[in-house]
C-alpha cells in the first residue's frame, strides 16, 4: 500500500503539484483580507480616537491601527503564498 502511494503513476500523486487553482483561492482569500482591512480602515478612521495623549498612526488609536495591521498582513502573506504555489506549479508542471 505504502509503495502505491511512492508510485510515479499513481494519479493522486502524478498531477498533485500542478494546479495552479489552490494558488489562485489562496491569493483570493489575501484579496479579501486586504479588502476587509480597506473597509475597517474607513469605518475606524472616523471613529477611532485615541485616549488623552495616546499615540496616533494613521489616525487612528495604537490598538485599532494594530488590529488592521493584522488583517493586512495576514492579506500580503496569503497573497505571497499564492503567488509561490502558482510558481512552484508552473515549474513542476
Not at 503539484?17 to 483580507?33: N, Q
Not at 472616523?46 to 488609536?61: N, Q, R, T, V, W
Not at 495604537?62 to 503567488?83: H, K, S
Request: aromatic residues 8%; hydrophobic residues 50%.
Amino acid at each position: 500500500m505504502a509503495d502505491d502511494l511512492m508510485d510515479d503513476r499513481n494519479p493522486l500523486k502524478k498531477h498533485r503539484d500542478r494546479s495552479v487553482i489552490p494558488g489562485v483561492a489562496v491569493i483570493t482569500l489575501g484579496g479579501f483580507a486586504l479588502g476587509i482591512a480597506a473597509v475597517e480602515y474607513s469605518v475606524f478612521a472616523g471613529m477611532a480616537e485615541p485616549a488623552d495623549g495616546g499615540i496616533k498612526l494613521f489616525g487612528l488609536s495604537f490598538g485599532t491601527a494594530a488590529y488592521l495591521a493584522g488583517y493586512a498582513t495576514a492579506g500580503v502573506i496569503l497573497i505571497v503564498l499564492g503567488i509561490w504555489k502558482i510558481h512552484a506549479a508552473r515549474r513542476n508542471g
